[in-house]
């Protein structure tokens, strides 16, 4: 199994960017996907996920109304759109797979498989 990431940069606060995952070696369709985030010495924390189906979602408070998780199933992909990106922002962005469909899980411990990450750095 596989998840690479990729997308990330330096980018002015204000800016976007767009998170590409793409997975390998299981069967996308079966899995919630998460967007996690850590700073330097902090925890990493979730900062989007979606269901299997695609219809339902999660959100922190921090990103909510300026990040949007999407997923193409067809090409085994999960997207990060992220706009209006803050200081705070800046982090190593992971993207996660997890086995159980009916729930979109909030917790690191919630998803099996894991990306190698990729920088975001927002700064002026």
């Known amino acids: 199994v596989q998840l690479q990431a990729s997308g990330g940069g330096l980018v002015e606060p204000g800016g976007s960017l767009r998170l590409s995952c793409v997975v390998s070696?299981?069967?996308?369709?079966?899995?919630?996907m998460g967007w996690f985030r850590q700073a330097p010495g902090e925890e990493r924390n979730i900062v989007a996920g979606?269901?299997?189906?695609?219809?339902?979602?999660f959100y922190s408070k921090s990103v909510k109304g300026r990040f949007t998780i999407s997923r193409s199933n067809a090409d085994n992909t999960v997207f990060l759109e992220m706009n209006s990106l803050k200081v705070e922002d800046t982090a190593v962005y992971y993207c996660?797979?997890?086995?159980?469909?009916?729930?979109?899980?909030?917790?690191?411990?919630?998803?099996?498989?894991w990306g190698q990450g990729t920088q975001v750095t927002v700064s002026s």
């Open positions: 996660a797979a997890g086995s159980d469909r009916w729930k979109v899980g909030r917790e690191v411990s919630d998803y099996e498989h």
């Open positions: 070696g299981l069967d996308l369709s079966s899995y919630t």
């Open positions: 979606i269901s299997y189906h695609g219809t339902t979602f």
